[in-house]
């Protein structure tokens, strides 16, 4: 079978995310424990003696579906150049869970990879949360737990509410142990409050 341009960048790319995700130290076997094709046979591409084959693609776009598109097109996103945060733009598809959420996050705040991400992550927990339950996360294996879920948003906030939820209500946040909170949550009621009867009122009797 004759390879194409397009064969073999789309086998690069798919390099590429095999070595980011998978750590070194029994790559292979744990690729076909995930997959279900066969170690011998992740080997040969990894090391250029075939192509990705269409079973390859399809694991890893079902598996990672984040990374479908820039796998199969080697596109970003279109708004990408403008996106602030250190990631791919996310996409969003039916059946996502908090687990590929929580994995977006983790990439946009650690840089490390493979092994390297594992052992930082459990670093972060101060022992507490191993490598070998984050490498489970990561690898989409197992949907995080709760205590992995509060790490990663207490070192990025800002994303709490999108991994939970999955959307962003309009309504902030609020601590109801926190007497701050509570006020800013006020002032955000008394606004709304406020602008719903400037509304009312512009409306013709």
């Known amino acids: 079978m004759t390879k194409t341009l397009k064969d073999v960048e ?38 250029r003696k ?15 579906p984040m990374e479908q598109a820039w796998l199969l097109a080697g596109v970003e996103a279109p708004n990408q150049a ?3 945060f250190d ?25 490390p990879s493979g092994e390297q991400l594992f052992a930082y992550l459990e ?3 101060n022992g507490r949360i191993p490598a070998a339950e984050w490498s489970r996360v990561v690898l989409r294996l ?11 948003c207490k070192f990025r906030p800002r994303f709490t509410e999108w991994v939970l ?16 909170s509570i006020e800013n949550w006020k002032k955000w009621q008394d606004q709304q409050m406020a602008r719903f009867i400037a509304i009312a009122n512009k409306r013709p009797s």
């Not at 075939?50 to 990672?64: I, L, R, S």
Request: proline content about 8%; aromatic content about 12%; glycine content about 6%.
């Open 87 to 111: 990631a791919p733009v996310p996409r969003d598809w039916e059946g996502q869970t908090i687990g590929d959420r929580l994995n977006w996050v983790i990439k946009e705040w650690a840089s």
């Open 50 to 64: 075939q192509e990705a084959a269409p079973d390859m693609v399809e694991f890893w776009c079902k598996k990672y």
């Open 10 to 47: 789309l086998s690069n790319r798919l390099r590429t995310l095999v070595e980011r995700t998978f750590p070194t130290r029994g790559r292979f076997g744990v690729l076909e424990g995930v997959s279900g094709i066969s170690a011998n046979r992740w080997k040969n591409f990894y090391y």
């Open 142 to 152: 197992a949907e995080p737990t709760l205590e992995m879920v509060q790490l990663v």
């Open 165 to 180: 939820l999955g959307c962003i209500t309009t309504e902030p946040p609020v601590d109801p142990t926190d007497q701050s």
């Open 82 to 84: 403008e996106f602030p």
């Open 123 to 125: 670093s972060k927990s």
